[in-house]
């Protein structure tokens, strides 16, 4: 089963100038387990120091946006997942 991470432009230097990574998994955190198992770089940018999603990060399976506490979400061949920075400032 492959699905499809997205990283977004923002964090492209920390995952070796990919914008897309191809991972497997049956839900949402072992797909981002794998992600930072393929791209370690990403490792500091995707979880806090208790391996939990960090605050400031929004996930999107399928463009759908998914609660930090989805994590055991199923997903499927062909779904995507999309990681995008939350930018504050005025």
Not at 64 to 73: A, E, F, N, Q, T
Request: charged content about 25%.
């Amino acid at each position: 089963m492959t699905i499809k991470v997205n990283v977004s432009p923002i964090l492209h230097h920390f995952a070796d100038g990919r914008n897309v990574v191809e991972v497997d998994g049956k839900n949402i955190g072992e797909c981002l387990k794998q992600l930072v198992a393929k791209v370690p770089g990403l490792e500091k940018n995707l979880f806090n120091g208790q391996g939990e999603l960090n605050d400031y990060l929004e996930i999107y399976l399928n463009r759908v946006l998914i609660r930090p506490d989805d994590s055991g979400r199923p997903v499927k061949d062909g779904d995507e997942l999309h990681i995008i920075p939350i930018i504050d400032g005025g």
